[in-house]
């Protein structure tokens, strides 16, 4: 009921926002001057949606599809305001007296500047942010929207980041970048955080179609943002740009019984209302095989035997996945009170049945997880509310429901074979059917302060409440825990932007951290009596970020900070599942340096980009995922503080593109994460053997390369057929601590050299397309997270067709 009369309240707010926009501005006839003209681009032709109106008066209009505008107004002198998204606003002083019937202004606006969206795209499909003083990219999805590709596979491109997943379609995925990977590195979509938005919208659920390009920045973050990453920020836009109508929708079915299908529509009016839809479905049995040992039962029923030195192919038969999304906006853009005012809601779920624990050799075929969410949002966005101020004001709450099962009384081996658990209890990993209820709520709060055209003030707050409730369901219901598990968490920072010329810039900022945590500890050893305790945390943090063109095409960046991160919601509180959680871990601090140097140049029909990156981390209280033992030989996933961690590395990356015949580039990553522990404990001398080692389970080295070839005009003017072959290669890593232990007994990941093709052809400019991938063509033995397989040579297709501009 209350969130009805909510509802009822914004709907009729939202109406009343609407009529002055529905109502002609021009239907006063004691006015008698006209006011027309044609807005367009310096770049791209004509605006449309464009607002104009008289500054201080309700006398205004809309641009048309052809740029045009009018609308009547009395005598007097105005200042005439033009804004478009995406455009400068423009202001000009006009004068209307009775001599003119009527005035003619047409006017042209140039593309709006700002230090964090500036995008120089190229034809290879990924560009430099470049007047950003951050180190940041961006990675232009429309090559890939034709392909089976996830927004996690496009991450695969950006030099310096490595994206981890632990199998198939729907698996746990984690970025890695310089050196820290999960937790450290934060996902936004439009400058919104995705803290606990769920598996089902996770980055390697939604297809390469959702956004237009995907911003990475590594390292030092804008404060804009209002994070606490340490390693970077993932940032995806979508498509902002309104049109009149539009639908792009497509179908891919490959091996493995993977499903994947994609629906995005929408349309601008001539009033500013807008709406825009997005849905996507992923289902796939990934029952592909993998090289492992097997456990084998003995006859009696109760032992069994495992050699680990013989390895055998066997397939995955309880690994099946699914996830359903859909995501609505409706609202305003172009208005005069409002450059975009948009309400959204999003449902999702999703079915994972368990065929792991955290290592390979722990084999489920019981165990399952399921869960769903809502989400509704709101954005507002509105450039010079006052004269040089821009606002930008974000909302969403997210309820995320989860149910992990796991009641099985039978016992499971690689060969999918199945018998009576020798203790005669149930449960593979831990016998359980709990519901747990997530609440989220997010708020960002972002004001942009102009002075003139040198400097800027940035404000940026952003709160976080989080609560989880669990229910045992085994109970019928009775085993519902009283105590929450909460944490409340706000960020706020302050910048200042210095831009004399557009040669060079810098900004300086600060940030103030806070976080309060809530939740059980147990009492006892059999962890059956828990009580509930608090704790709070509170920082600063600082830093300053430059860049300057040496040359015009040779720009370079230095950046440090002083930065904080927060333990998350799962590193505190686990997954109720296979992750246990740690509500006393404390909150990481890094100092943090980046230097960027970057050619970018076209010359004639030729375009070539270099950059090369040294990154230094000296962080302290790094959190560290590691593998546990549990009773009955099952084990888990945890995190604890690792004192020290120094973090040196360097990425190299080119890429050239010759007309629109052929792209090519191709970047190298070297990261190493090592303990910089010296001694046993703070009061003793003796050396810790681990100081210098590598941190475990960490990728260190890794390089790709994709080359792509175009021929237009194939069979008709308007098609295209591109054939895109791209690769991954990843040395081998270490899974425990290098140096303890014998050589013998150290396990590895080994290194490994994939390859992929892809083959696509648009027609009537790509209007309908069809494509056809190989992944993993040469059926390489892949390995992520503690040695759990991939899946190996496959094979998709897909058509996509679109209407629009």
């Not at 006063?28 to 004509?46: D, L």
């Not at 105005?78 to 455009?87: H, R």
């Amino acid at each position: 009921m209350k969130f009805t009369k909510i509802l009822s309240l914004r709907l009729s707010v939202y109406f009343i926002l609407l009529i002055p926009s529905i109502v002609p501005l021009y239907s006063q006839h004691s006015t008698n001057i006209i006011v027309s003209g044609k807005i367009s681009s310096t770049e791209q032709g004509v605006i449309d949606y464009a607002t104009v109106y008289l500054k201080g008066t309700n006398h205004g209009s809309s641009t048309n599809q052809s740029g045009q505008y009018k609308f009547n107004a009395p005598t007097g002198q105005y200042t005439l305001v033009v804004s478009a998204i995406g455009y400068q606003t423009v202001e000009r002083n006009i004068q209307l007296s009775q001599q003119n019937e009527n005035i003619q202004l047409d006017i042209k606006l140039s593309p709006q500047v700002e230090a964090l969206s500036e995008v120089t795209v190229e034809s290879n499909g990924i560009s430099r942010l470049n007047r950003s003083a951050y180190n940041a990219v961006g990675i232009d999805t429309k090559a890939l929207q034709n392909s089976t590709q996830s927004l996690s596979d496009a991450l695969t491109r950006a030099p310096g980041l490595k994206v981890r997943e632990s199998g198939g379609v729907g698996s746990d995925m984690h970025l890695m970048m310089d050196g820290f990977s999960g937790k450290h590195i934060k996902i936004f979509i439009d400058g919104v955080p995705q803290e606990g938005v769920g598996s089902s919208f996770g980055l390697n659920n939604i297809p390469a179609n959702y956004a237009e390009r995907i911003e990475v920045y590594r390292g030092v973050v804008p404060v804009g943002f209002g994070t606490d990453a340490i390693g970077g920020v993932i940032n995806v836009v979508t498509k902002k740009i309104p049109q009149k109508k539009f639908i792009d929708a497509s179908y891919s079915y490959g091996s493995f019984n993977t499903h994947k299908s994609y629906v995005n529509f929408g349309q601008t009016f001539e009033n500013g209302l807008t709406y825009e839809v997005n849905a996507f479905q992923n289902y796939s049995d990934n029952n592909y095989y993998i090289n492992t040992p097997v456990e084998i039962f003995n006859e009696d029923g109760k032992t069994s035997v495992i050699n680990e030195k013989k390895i055998e192919r066997v397939k995955r038969f309880h690994d099946n996945f699914h996830n359903e999304a859909i995501s609505g906006k409706i609202g305003i853009v172009g208005k005069k009170w409002a450059d975009r005012l948009m309400f959204g809601f999003t449902y999702s779920q999703m079915y994972k049945e368990i065929q792991n624990g955290v290592k390979q050799e722990i084999v489920y075929g019981g165990k399952y997880r399921k869960g769903h969410s809502i989400m509704p949002s709101l954005e507002y966005n509105k450039r010079n509310l006052l004269k040089g101020l821009d606002i930008l004001l974000t909302a969403n709450y997210n309820k995320n429901i989860s149910n992990n099962v796991d009641t099985t009384l039978l016992q499971y081996n690689w060969y999918g074979e199945s018998r009576p658990r020798p203790n005669k209890m149930p449960g593979e990993q831990k016998y359980q059917d709990i519901r747990s209820d997530n609440n989220n709520w997010n708020g960002t709060f972002t004001a942009n302060y102009h002075i003139g055209e040198s400097h800027t003030f940035t404000l940026n707050h952003v709160t976080n409440s989080f609560s989880r409730t669990n229910e045992d369901l085994l109970g019928g219901g009775a085993g519902k825990n009283p105590i929450k598990k909460e944490t409340k968490k706000n960020i706020s920072g302050l910048s200042y932007r210095l831009m004399p010329t557009e040669d060079w810039n810098i900004s300086v900022f600060g940030k103030y951290y806070n976080q309060f945590i809530a939740g059980p500890i147990a009492v006892n050893s059999n962890q059956t009596e828990f009580v509930r305790t608090t704790n709070s945390v509170s920082s600063t943090g600082y830093g300053v970020a430059g860049t300057y063109y040496i040359l015009k095409s040779l720009q370079t960046k230095l950046s440090y900070e002083k930065t904080y991160r927060l333990p998350t919601n799962d590193e505190m509180f686990g997954d109720e599942d296979l992750e246990t959680g740690n509500i006393s871990i404390k909150p990481e601090n890094s100092n943090n340096f980046n230097f960027n140097l970057s050619y970018n140049n076209t010359m004639g029909e030729h375009s070539i980009y270099l950059e090369g990156g040294i990154v230094y981390r000296d962080t302290k209280d790094f959190i560290q995922r590691k593998l546990q033992g549990l009773s009955g030989g099952k084990m888990s996933a945890g995190y604890e503080n690792h004192a020290k961690v120094e973090t040196k590395g360097f990425n190299l990356s080119v890429r050239y593109g010759f007309s629109k015949w052929i792209s090519l580039g191709g970047s190298f990553s070297q990261v190493n994460a090592r303990s910089n522990v010296k001694t046993t404990s703070s009061t003793s001398n003796q050396e810790n053997v681990r100081y210098g080692a590598r941190m475990p389970n960490t990728p260190y080295q890794f390089a790709n390369s994709d080359v792509s070839f175009y021929w237009p005009k194939l069979g008709r003017k308007d098609n295209m057929l591109t054939v895109t072959y791209d690769n991954l290669y990843l040395h081998s890593f270490p899974l425990y601590a290098e140096n303890i232990g014998s050589k013998d007994s150290k396990q590895e990941v080994p290194s490994q050299f994939s390859h992929n093709i892809t083959i696509s052809y648009g027609i009537q400019k790509g209007r309908y397309n069809l494509s056809f991938e190989c992944k993993n063509f040469t059926d390489e033995k892949t390995y992520d997270n503690f040695s759990l397989q991939k899946a190996g040579r496959a094979f998709y297709g897909k058509v996509r067709v679109y209407f629009g501009k």
